[in-house]
């Protein structure tokens, strides 16, 4: 028995031997921290060069990059690109030097007069280091015509060079196979007695921050960029430029700031994709429940874009509170609060009526020219919500020729525009499950029948069940974008366009050769879903995103493709109808001479059932 004991008690040390050094390998800065002073406003590291690009070239993107059709089409608009040679070069420096634990911060803006501390460890001699650092230095700070001036200044055995040019300083020197360079002396100093761990320093270091260490137990052991920032200065300077514009914030806004004690994000590489990991030390916001993503139920095969969200309703509707003037979003968001006080619909009876949680998702069916957003809501009392669904319609436009009908036990709300020679019919349609609205009435009336039907929808795909296992389950947001599918899509949609483009435009082809854009399958199969959650942790949110580009990038990018999209459809609309009934014609409804045309179409009483009834 007491073999037994001493065994269960040895197991027990070992456990909570293992448990505890791998929470402190979840501060992975600390060798940069101890460098730094406690109270540093925010700091930027790369743990490792060398091995963040080894990992860059094993990556989905870059092997897509390396794909024979995406080289072949890229050679000419390369070839109109100055190449100095330049890059090449900083890449064999960068070998030769092997940097590690290269970091840049800012320690202090104290009177506005911000401080900078950077450096990084580097392999070989401190003569081998400065024959590469020095060229660096050199093409910063120029040459002495420029009136740069340099002296070196001896501090305990170290031997710091200070470059001064005009307002710009640079203070450089080299410790314990370490480069560190600041824009101040005095903190140059103080970084080299924490490098050399003197007792007036020790102390004092970042790494000793409670809230830096507890933001930084949220990231990985392991990253590839990561970085923190210590808010209460950024919120201080934001407070007080809003003072200097007469737009105080409001003293929940101050609160709520208050509140946010740390904020860090890490990115890491995971089997060729980008793992993003983001935190922010702060209360909970509020306490309503988990997500539940019951408006999946409304996604197809063909849905590229899913979200879901929890919501803060009584801050949603604080931004379009009328009585606040100051309200970035305008008169058009106080217009939608004045509209919302008068129907007296207020965040507890939207709470009430549909929950807390949104969902948001769009589809891209091969047969479609573009894609069909929708908005959806889960329904928990279904008379009240037609009725302030009929409400809201008259909010959003107060003047729009709203067209209600019912079918299968669904109420529509619907009123179509004329944009150009298109039609669009924003519709809000509600039915015993969820409140769904959307810019046509067909999508809109097929997500409620597939929700009604509980047929299979993009959970389904192996895509989707692959990306959603490699995050934790979120408990306050979740969004997924496919996009391979979405590629496939715009490729389709687009490339008739571009070749049409090549033929009216013929210098177009002398940087781009249409002819040679790869294929959507060469270019989706690396292309990944990329999929994103957020969870609250006992002292604050956490944010995960996975994929072969970030999240953040992905927005970016989708962005950029619906622009450019609406730019080259437009461009289309005009080439082939010219300019009657297009873009840019004069309005027949308002009087316009020119810009975007769009105007209500009042709908014929009985004509209205007839498009509800189509599917």
């Given amino acids: 028995m007491s073999r037994l004991i001493l065994f269960l008690f040895t197991v027990v040390v070992v456990v909570l031997a293992v448990g505890y050094a791998v929470r402190s390998r979840?501060?992975?800065?600390?060798?940069?921290?101890?460098?730094?002073?406690?109270?540093?406003?925010?700091?930027?590291?790369?743990?490792?060069?060398?091995?963040?690009?080894?990992?860059?070239?094993?990556?989905?993107?870059?092997?897509?990059?390396?794909?024979?059709?995406?080289?072949?089409?890229?050679?000419?608009?390369?070839?109109?690109?100055?190449?100095?040679?330049?890059?090449?070069?900083?890449?064999?420096?960068?070998?030769?030097?092997?940097?590690?634990?290269?970091?840049?911060?800012?320690?202090?803006?104290?009177n506005d007069q911000p401080t900078f501390i950077g450096g990084f460890r580097y392999r070989g001699s401190q003569a081998d280091a400065d024959k590469i650092i020095g060229q660096w230095k050199a093409k910063l700070l120029g040459t002495s015509d420029t009136g740069v001036t340099t002296e070196t200044i001896d501090y305990q055995k170290a031997s710091i060079e200070v470059s001064r040019m005009s307002k710009v300083t640079l203070c450089a020197t080299y410790e314990k196979q370490?480069?560190?360079?600041?824009?101040?002396?005095?903190?140059?100093?103080?970084?080299?007695?924490?490098?050399?761990?003197?007792?007036?320093?020790?102390?004092?270091?970042?790494?000793?921050?409670?809230?830096?260490?507890d933001a930084m137990a949220h990231m990985p052991a392991e990253y590839s960029f990561g970085f923190y920032v210590q808010p209460k200065t950024f919120i201080d300077k934001l407070v007080s430029l809003r003072k200097t514009?007469?737009?105080?914030?409001?003293?929940?806004?101050?609160?709520?700031?208050?509140?946010?004690?740390?904020?860090?994000?890490?990115?890491?590489?995971?089997?060729?994709?980008?793992?993003?990991?983001?935190?922010?030390?702060?209360?909970?916001?509020?306490?309503?429940?988990?997500?539940?993503?019951k408006s999946l139920?409304?996604?197809?095969?063909?849905?590229?874009?899913?979200?879901?969200?929890?919501?803060?309703?009584?801050?949603?509707?604080?931004?379009?509170?009328?009585?606040?003037n100051s309200s970035f979003l305008g008169e058009r968001l106080q217009k939608i609060g004045r509209g919302l006080a008068a129907a007296g619909i207020t965040a507890a009876d939207w709470q009430t009526v549909f929950g807390n949680e949104m969902g948001a998702m769009a589809d891209w069916r091969s047969d479609n020219r573009a894609p069909s957003p929708l908005v959806a809501f889960p329904v928990k009392d279904f008379p009240r919500a037609k009725r302030m669904a009929v409400s809201l319609a008259h909010i959003l436009d107060d003047d729009g020729e709203w067209a209600e009908s019912d079918k299968d036990g669904i109420h529509y709300i619907s009123s179509p525009y004329?944009?150009?020679?298109?039609?669009?019919?924003?519709?809000?349609?509600?039915?015993?499950?969820?409140?769904?609205?959307?810019?046509?009435?067909?999508?809109?009336?097929?997500?409620l029948t597939r929700g009604a039907s509980g047929g299979a929808d993009v959970s389904s795909g192996t895509g989707y069940k692959q990306a959603v296992k490699a995050l934790p389950p979120p408990t306050r947001s979740f969004s997924y974008l496919d996009l391979g599918l979405l590629y496939s899509r715009v490729d389709a949609a687009f490339r008739p366009?571009?070749?049409?483009?090549?033929?009216?435009?013929?210098?177009?082809?002398?940087?781009?050769?249409?002819?040679?854009?790869?294929?959507?399958?060469?270019?989706?199969?690396?292309?990944?879903?990329?999929?994103?959650?957020?969870?609250?942790?006992?002292?604050?949110?956490?944010?995960?995103?996975?994929?072969?580009?970030?999240?953040?990038?992905?927005?970016?990018?989708?962005t950029g493709a619906v622009v450019a999209g609406t730019i080259g459809y437009r461009y289309q609309a005009q080439s082939l109808l010219g300019s009657s009934g297009g873009y840019g014609a004069p309005s027949p409804a308002t009087g316009g001479s020119g810009g975007w045309t769009g105007r209500k179409l009042r709908p014929s009483p009985a004509a209205t059932p007839t498009p509800i009834g189509t599917p």
Avoid at 185 to 210: G, M
Avoid at 308 to 317: E, K, M, N, P, Y
Wanted: aromatic share 8%.
């Fill in 418 to 447: 004329k944009m150009g020679f298109l039609t669009i019919q924003p519709t809000i349609a509600v039915s015993e499950r969820f409140l769904v609205a959307g810019v046509d009435l067909a999508a809109v009336q097929a997500a």
């Fill in 178 to 213: 370490w480069f560190l360079a600041a824009n101040r002396l005095e903190a140059l100093e103080a970084t080299i007695d924490r490098l050399r761990n003197t007792a007036k320093t020790s102390d004092n270091s970042l790494a000793t921050d409670q809230n830096f260490r």
């Fill in 497 to 558: 366009m571009l070749l049409m483009g090549a033929a009216f435009m013929p210098a177009m082809n002398e940087y781009v050769d249409v002819g040679k854009v790869p294929t959507a399958e060469t270019i989706a199969k690396h292309l990944a879903p990329i999929v994103s959650s957020q969870r609250y942790e006992k002292d604050g949110y956490v944010g995960e995103s996975i994929g072969p580009i970030t999240a953040s990038q992905a927005v970016i990018g989708v």
């Fill in 26 to 110: 979840h501060v992975p800065t600390v060798a940069v921290a101890s460098l730094l002073p406690n109270g540093t406003v925010a700091l930027a590291h790369v743990p490792d060069f060398e091995r963040t690009r080894d990992d860059w070239h094993r990556s989905d993107v870059y092997q897509l990059y390396l794909e024979p059709s995406v080289q072949d089409f890229l050679r000419k608009p390369l070839s109109h690109v100055p190449h100095s040679g330049g890059a090449g070069q900083r890449s064999k420096e960068l070998e030769q030097l092997e940097p590690k634990d290269a970091f840049l911060a800012l320690t202090s803006t104290e």
């Fill in 297 to 324: 139920a409304l996604t197809t095969s063909d849905t590229f874009l899913y979200g879901a969200t929890l919501l803060d309703l009584s801050r949603q509707f604080a931004l379009a509170d009328p009585s606040v």
């Fill in 245 to 293: 514009t007469g737009q105080s914030p409001t003293l929940e806004q101050l609160d709520m700031l208050s509140k946010i004690r740390s904020f860090c994000g890490a990115t890491r590489f995971d089997g060729g994709k980008l793992h993003d990991f983001f935190f922010a030390g702060m209360p909970e916001l509020m306490k309503s429940g988990d997500l539940t993503r």
